[in-house]
């Protein structure tokens, strides 16, 4: 399963950008998927992921409240709405899947590409 991630950019502190991943020409339906993310010289840390149902979802604390990721099978999308930006959020986000896990760890089978998200101070 290919990914593609998309939606990053620069954006000010308490900002907001709407992250999106697709699997093209692939229907992920039965596909947990999760976000997460690489800032310079730091290691990926998760950010939300999603079951293929839809429920649960889970999130980091430092995410809680101001990110919502969700999901349209139909469309083969899954998003991530991530508002009040800090500039501790900078980095390169990244999609995931995998059929069985859905948790925090990377252990997600397929990656995307990333998106750079950068927040001004």
């Known amino acids: 399963v290919q990914l593609q991630a998309s939606g990053g950019g620069l954006v000010q502190a308490g900002g907001s950008l709407r992250l999106s991943c697709v699997a093209p020409?692939?229907?992920?339906?039965?596909?947990?998927l999760g976000w997460f993310r690489q800032a310079p010289g730091k290691e990926r840390e998760f950010v939300a992921s999603?079951?293929?149902?839809?429920?649960?979802?889970i999130y980091a604390d430092s995410v809680k409240g101001r990110f919502t990721i969700s999901r349209d099978n139909a469309r083969n999308t899954v998003s991530l709405q991530m508002n009040s930006l800090k500039p501790e959020d900078t980095a390169v986000y990244y999609c995931?899947?995998?059929?069985?896990?859905?948790?925090?760890?990377?252990?997600?089978?397929?990656w995307g590409q990333g998106t750079q998200v950068t927040v001004s101070s």
């Open positions: 999603i079951r293929w149902s839809g429920t649960p979802t």
């Open positions: 995931a899947a995998d059929r069985r896990y859905y948790g925090m760890s990377p252990s997600y089978d397929y």
């Open positions: 020409g692939r229907t992920f339906t039965s596909y947990n």
